[in-house]
């Protein structure tokens, strides 16, 4: 999750959003990622991913958001900080609360109420999910395969799907998941880093 500094609006107009994810194709290409969800809002972004190296997300990361600063500060001539802080990171344990998560951020907008359906909500992936829309920045969730025997059953499971109340608890927490799922992300991310 990325979010504009005092958490200022960062897409003023289609055009950014379409921007922005122009940006994550290119450096995606660079930094190669599987990017599963996510959902840009009007003053921050969400990106279910996996890396393929932590250290090249980072350089990912690091070159979108600078490219994109440029080019708001070109459109709008911003003064000051614009993103807040570096990018923050959960891990996701890769169980069936996966693809929970990752219709979780899809929700952003309804939680906020900027729209009344997820579908009416043009800049995430739901309607990839839901609607069979073709999107290139996708992987396909692994999780999602398995909802269902052929594309409209897939996006008709989608559409009902229930997010577990556990999602909006670990939403704040060092991973998302059961109890169980976020001890064993805890213990991966503590072994990686003993590595390093």
């Given at each position: 999750m990325t979010r504009g500094n005092n958490r200022n609006v960062v897409f003023r107009?289609?055009?950014?959003?379409?921007?922005?994810?122009?940006?994550?194709a290119k450096y995606k290409l660079e930094h190669p990622f599987d990017l599963y969800h996510y959902c840009l809002m009007p003053n921050h972004?969400?990106?279910l991913i996996q890396t393929k190296k932590a250290l090249d997300f980072s350089t990912f990361m690091k070159k979108l958001n600078l490219a994109y600063f440029?080019?708001?500060?070109?459109?709008?001539?911003?003064?000051g900080h614009f993103w807040q802080d570096r990018y923050k990171s959960q891990s996701v344990g890769k169980d069936a609360y996966f693809i929970q998560c990752g219709k979780y951020i899809e929700l952003n907008p309804v939680r906020a109420h900027l729209v009344e359906k997820p579908e009416d909500y043009q800049h995430s992936s739901y309607s990839y999910y839901a609607d069979g829309k073709t999107n290139h920045l996708i992987t396909p969730d692994f999780i999602y395969q398995e909802t269902g025997g052929d594309s409209a059953e897939r996006q008709t499971n989608y559409k009902s799907l229930i997010v577990d109340k556990i999602i909006e608890e670990s939403y704040n927490k060092h991973a998302w998941g059961s109890d169980r799922q976020q001890y064993q992300e805890r213990q991966k991310v503590n072994r990686k880093i003993k590595k390093a």
């Open positions: 107009s289609d055009e950014d959003y379409h921007y922005y994810l122009s940006l994550v972004t969400h990106f440029h080019h708001f500060n070109k459109e709008y001539g911003w003064v």
